[in-house]
Every structure is written in structure tokens, then in C-alpha cells.
């Protein structure tokens, strides 16, 4: 076996008219699947070229560049490590790695070679079923070796309970694409939340000219979007990301008149798509559908069974479905009566008991003019006693065509818990403010997640908030909520923890909450997890890191990084570590300078967590990575979330231990 002269057969057609420039070196690397970052490449392109002169390189030069990207020093050692020879790894060998390093205990002889004959580049080697280094870091920096796991790229988990059950990706002002003053609104804030598997969008609707409804953040600078276009844009996206039913949250402000076209936009535009009746004509449910269709397989002729599968499989027909979520007139069943009937010109007064919208919040609202003086607030703080004057009701006329396009999300006013338990249907959700939200869960955790198995709770950022920033969405899971709803333009840790927790099971947008949050019996609570613990211990070793950009503060291409890990669930389990700072980084971090780190885990049956990684490039924040509800053991690649190819490489090893204090 001659690794060079595979190399040198690779390269020599693109050298034959002589060397090559910057854009010769990228499509070489390209036609050789090597990843990069660019900026990376021509940083060492240009160090290259300062050896000598001209804006070309060699054969050797090119060889040279290669090797700096590919041949890491951790990669050699470790394939030397195995290796008998230095040279070829047999699929013995291979075996043996991918048990002691990667923990692989179920790998077999079929599993190793399966490896070799993806990854292995060199005929002659693959023929042998042996592994070059070369095919040894294809398969290091391929995928199998992220620290996301492969089975969780698909959707994996259980899609036949309710609704309810499950924590649904959700946008907040999800036409904005900057702040919520004077940024402006835009068509691909949709877009760009569909394509990330977002299954929860909001719509601000006003009067607009001609009677065409708008979107927009309504008195505010933003800009203004019609309706219509808004719903044919998410009539091509809908469900080019998942197949899972999808919710248009209405913040609807606009005239009968113009609901009247709001209700015939979504209609002719969505066409069959929108789910405007109960399915199977269902009005007495005690429980909402599922998002998956069930697959029962053969039913040999049973009428009885063959009865019961339909009815199941109508009550779960709800994929590429779209769901409107807004105010709604009377019943399920009055709704049923008036199908087929003309109801245009006619709507229906609701009062706001009946309902509550995002900008009805006390709590979370800005207010536009103060009307009280601090004086007349001293005796605010000793009494929650209202004041005597009976304050006005506000009232809102709502369009029956568009009431009636209302079926399982149902808009409706939160009063507390017990008024849920008592009063509520199951197709009616709460939209519910983050400091409201916030206090419910600190004093009445366990009455929180009663009502979250039962009903689909959205909670939504406070007014506050004008530039658009996020709060942690990680409090408002660990009671249960389902529809957390961000600001999806707003960069940042809370935005990351989103994306990160719902890359789990095929980034469909729908990931099953716990069993512990499902169970309307149970005694869970953030605070005291009782029984519901299952100590694990999770060891990080960081190894390196490779392609990491400089700070923008640098004047030169390097940095003092250092790495920060930190782990988000319930507060028993949060913690933070950071490694060491690599003093005049040179595109790299070095595990002499990033010491490993234990850290023992009290977490739930399912492993529940999210580990969220960042690399501090100086005084500037890079782009973070995500450990996302992942117990891969062994050495694994983090790749930056933004598709950058910079990546850190660490061991990673979860371990159940005993329950220490």
C-alpha cells in the first residue's frame, strides 16, 4: 500500500497545465470531499505563498496544505495506537478501537467492515478489508463520529399520543426579522422558520388598505406585510421541513370584514391543508389527536378491528395538516352544524374573559403612557385587592367564517389552574406571559405541570423585550410547556438551546416530552425530582479544537480562546466549566491546555439535558456548538451549529453512578 502515490494519482490531472491558484486549491479539496472553512484555507494558502513568491502553488505545496487540514496530530496518534504497523488498521484492529475508545459494545465484525468499505478511499486497502489513515479520518470527521447521534437525525419517537404531549417548536413575532420598534417585517421570517422545522407560527393581523388585511407589530414602526402573502408563503413551506401539523397562532386585530378575508385567504390558498373540521366528525373528545398517522398493518379480515383501525387512524390523521389557532365562536359541534351554510356578514361579540392575546399581559406589556404617579402606587405592594372602580370590558367582534376554521387550538384566556381543571376543553390552549409564566412555576410547579399534561400551554416573551431579545426556554420546558415560543431572528444561547433541542428526533419539530411530564398523577416537580432521578456521570475530555476562527478584536489571525461548557435542565443539573485560555491560538486549541472535566448528573429516565458549548475567541463570542440530549461516548466531533467547518474535538463518556451529595 502507497499512500502517496494515491494521493499523487488524486491530484495530478488538476497540475497537468502547471500549479494552481486559491480557487484550484478549493475545487481539488472539493473533488477530494475534504471539508474546510474558507477563511481557514486562505490563511494557510498565504503562509504558504510567504515562502516564496507569486499568488500559485506545487504539487508539494498543495500536499503540504492538505496535510495541515487533514493529518491532525490527536488522529495520528490514536490510529498508531491500533495500527501494527503505523500504516493499516485490519478490522480487527478497527474493532478493537471502536470498542475501548468509541464504546461501541455491540459492534461486530459486519459493523467494521461496513466502515471500512464507506469511508476506506484506497482500493487496494478496501480490497483487504483493511483501513488506511486516510480512510481513518474520513471516518473520524464524518458524521457517525458527531456528537449528535445518527439515530436522532430521523424521527425516532413515539408520534401517536396527543398533542399535548409533546413540546411543538414555536415562533414569536415570526414575521419580524429584527426588533419589535422599528425593524422591519419580512416574508422570510417564515421562511426561514419553516425550513428550521418551526411548527408554531405567529400572524399579527390589522386592517389594511382595500380591504386587505396586514402584518405587522401593530402601533410600532415596523413594516407592514399583506396577509395573503404571508399565507402562500407558508402554503409552499408548510411542510418542506416535517410532515407534523402545523399551528398558525392569529393575533387577530383585524375588522369582521377583513377576518371575513383572512378566513378566505387561508382557505383557497391552503386549500386542503387546512384542517377546518374535527376529523371523523369527532366533537366529544376527551383528548386531543396525535401528530402521526398509526400504522396497524394487516387487520386479516376483522370488521370489528378493521372499525376500530379506522376510527384510531382518523382520530390521528393530523400530518400535513395546518392547524389555526385563534378565538373561536361557541362549540365544536354548533361550528359542525353551520357546514355548507353562508355565514359571510355575520360575527359575534367576545369578551376578554374569553380570551387573552400577547399584548393583553399586564405583567409583560410596556406601557405606552403612565397613568398613575408613584405616589398613588404606595399602597400597591400591601394589597391585591382590586380597586373598587369596576374596570371597562373590552369587547372584540369575532367573523363566524373564521371562528369556525378553529378546531384543536382553540384561543382562551388562562384564569389559574384550578379554573382549567374545572372548566376547560381539551382543544383549548392558554397563551400565557414569561413573568406570569415565570411566577406560576416558582410558587405552583406541580399545579403548572398538571395543567401542561392536559392542555397546550404557549408561553410568549414579555413587551418588554423591544429588542427582540429571548428569555430561557429551558424554565418553561421543565414545567411542561409546550409551545415556548422565541424570537427565532434573535441570536444567542436561548436561540441555540431552541435549535438544539429540537434536532432531536429528525428536527420535526414535535420531541415527546418525558414520561414524567405526561403522567397527570405524577409528583414531579424542576425543584424536586424525587424518584424521577437517574444519576448519571458525564466526563468531557477536550482534546482540540481545529479551524477555529480569530477574534474580530485580532489584529492578526490569532486569539487567546478558551472553551466553555454548560449544562441546562432542571437547576439540580445546571453547571458550568470553562477550560483554560490557549494563549496566541493559532487557529487551534490544544488538550494541554484544556483540562477534562466530570461532572455528575442527576437526570431524568430518559437522560434529559442539553450541554451547550461555546469557544471564547478573546473578549469576542464565537458561534456556539450544541451537545444535544446525546450520551455518545468516545471521541466525537462538535461541529459549529452555524455550518461552519470548525469543530472541536473531545471523549466523551456517560456512565450511570450512585445518587451523591
Not at 494521493?7 to 494552481?20: A, E, H, L, R, S
Not at 392569529?250 to 370584514?257: D, G, V
Not at 424570537?487 to 416530552?513: I, R, S
Request: hydrophobic share 35%; proline share 5%; net charge neutral.
Amino acid at each position: 500500500m502507497d499512500e502517496n502515490r494515491w494521493f499523487w494519482n488524486i491530484i495530478q490531472n488538476d497540475f497537468k497545465t502547471g500549479n494552481i491558484d486559491f480557487e484550484g486549491c478549493m475545487r481539488l479539496l472539493e473533488k477530494m470531499q475534504i471539508n474546510f472553512d474558507e477563511d481557514h484555507l486562505k490563511h494557510i494558502f498565504k503562509k504558504t505563498l510567504d515562502k516564496h513568491s507569486g499568488d500559485i502553488i506545487s504539487m508539494d505545496d498543495f500536499k503540504a496544505i492538505y496535510r495541515a487540514l487533514v493529518h491532525r496530530p490527536e488522529f495520528e496518534e490514536l490510529f498508531k495506537a491500533y495500527s501494527m504497523d503505523g500504516n493499516i488498521l485490519p478490522d480487527g484492529q478497527l474493532l478493537k478501537f471502536l470498542a475501548k475508545e468509541q464504546f461501541q459494545t455491540e459492534a461486530n465484525e459486519t459493523t467494521a467492515l461496513e466502515i471500512i468499505m464507506k469511508y476506506e478511499p484506497i482500493d487496494e486497502v478496501r480490497k483487504k478489508k483493511q483501513m488506511s489513515f486516510e480512510g481513518f479520518i474520513r471516518y473520524m470527521n464524518s458524521e457517525e463520529c458527531s456528537i449528535f447521534k445518527s439515530q436522532h437525525k430521523s424521527v425516532y419517537q413515539d408520534m401517536t399520543q396527543p398533542l399535548c404531549d409533546y413540546f411543538i417548536s414555536s415562533s414569536h413575532n415570526t414575521y419580524l426579522i429584527a426588533d419589535q420598534l422599528m425593524g422591519p417585517s419580512h416574508l422570510w421570517g417564515y421562511t426561514s422558520a419553516l425550513l428550521k422545522g418551526c411548527r408554531c407560527l405567529e400572524i399579527d393581523c390589522w386592517d389594511g388598505n382595500n380591504n386587505e388585511p396586514i402584518v405587522y407589530h401593530g402601533h410600532t414602526l415596523t413594516s407592514k406585510i399583506p396577509f395573503r402573502s404571508v399565507i402562500r408563503v407558508i402554503d409552499k413551506y408548510a411542510f418542506m421541513s416535517s410532515a407534523y401539523p402545523l399551528v398558525l397562532s392569529l393575533e387577530n386585530h383585524c375588522s369582521p370584514k377583513q377576518q371575513e378575508v383572512m378566513a378566505e385567504c387561508l382557505k383557497t390558498i391552503l386549500g386542503d391543508k387546512l384542517l377546518s373540521t374535527p376529523i371523523g366528525g369527532e366533537v366529544d373528545m376527551t383528548r386531543l389527536p396525535s401528530p402521526e398517522v398509526l400504522d396497524f398493518g394487516d387487520f386479516h379480515g376483522n370488521y370489528l378491528l378493521f372499525s376500530y383501525i379506522i376510527n384510531l387512524l382518523l382520530l390521528s390523521a393530523l400530518k400535513f395538516k395546518v392547524l389555526v389557532k385563534n378565538k373561536k365562536v361557541g362549540t365544536l359541534e354548533q361550528s359542525l352544524l353551520r357546514m355548507g351554510d353562508d355565514y359571510r356578514g355575520e360575527a359575534e361579540e367576545l369578551s376578554d374573559s374569553d380570551f387573552q392575546s400577547d399584548d393583553e399581559d399586564t405583567d409583560d406589556t410596556l406601557p405606552l403612557h403612565r397613568t398613575r404617579s408613584p405616589a398613588k402606587r404606595k399602597g400597591d405592594r400591601k394589597s391585591s385587592i382590586p380597586p373598587q372602580k369596576k374596570p371597562k370590558v373590552k369587547r372584540t367582534k369575532i367573523a363566524i367564517v373564521l371562528s369556525d376554521l378553529v378546531v384543536y387550538t382553540k384561543s382562551q384566556k388562562f384564569v389559574s389552574f384550578e379554573h382549567s381543571q374545572q372548566h376547560q376543553q381539551c382543544y383549548e390552549n392558554n397563551s400565557i406571559g414569561e413573568s406570569q409564566a415565570r411566577k406560576l412555576a416558582k410558587i405552583s410547579a406541580k399545579e403548572f405541570i398538571s395543567h401542561t399534561t392536559r392542555f397546550i400551554t404557549r408561553i410568549y416573551p414579555k413587551g418588554t423585550r423591544m429588542s427582540s431579545s429571548n428569555y430561557n426556554p429551558v424554565e418553561f420546558w421543565n414545567v411542561g410547556c409546550q409551545m415556548v415560543a422565541l424570537n427565532f431572528q434573535t441570536p444567542g444561547t436561548q436561540m441555540e438551546l431552541q435549535d438544539g433541542k429540537f434536532l432531536d428526533n429528525g428536527g420535526c419539530g414535535y420531541v415527546l416530552k418525558p414520561a414524567f411530564l405526561r403522567d397527570r398523577n405524577t409528583t414531579f416537580t424542576p425543584r424536586n425530582v424525587g424518584a424521577y432521578s437517574k444519576p448519571m456521570s458525564l466526563s468531557i475530555r477536550l482534546i482540540s479544537g481545529h479551524q477555529l476562527p480569530p477574534s474580530a478584536m485580532s489584529k492578526t489571525n490569532k486569539a487567546d480562546p478558551l472553551v466553555q461548557i454548560e449544562i441546562y435542565g432542571v437547576p439540580e443539573d445546571q453547571a458550568r466549566k470553562k477550560s483554560s485560555v490557549v494563549k496566541s491560538n493559532d487557529w487551534q486549541v490544544k488538550e494541554a491546555q484544556t483540562p477534562s472535566w466530570e461532572r455528575c448528573l442527576f437526570l431524568k429516565e430518559d437522560g434529559s439535558f442539553l450541554a451547550h458549548c461555546c469557544v471564547h475567541p478573546g473578549q469576542q463570542l464565537s458561534p456556539t456548538d450544541l451537545l444535544v440530549y446525546s450520551s455518545l461516548s468516545g471521541w466525537a466531533k462538535m461541529r459549529k451549529s452555524m455550518g461552519l467547518e470548525d469543530s472541536l474535538i473531545g471523549k466523551a463518556k456517560v456512565a450511570h453512578t450512585s445518587k451523591t451529595k
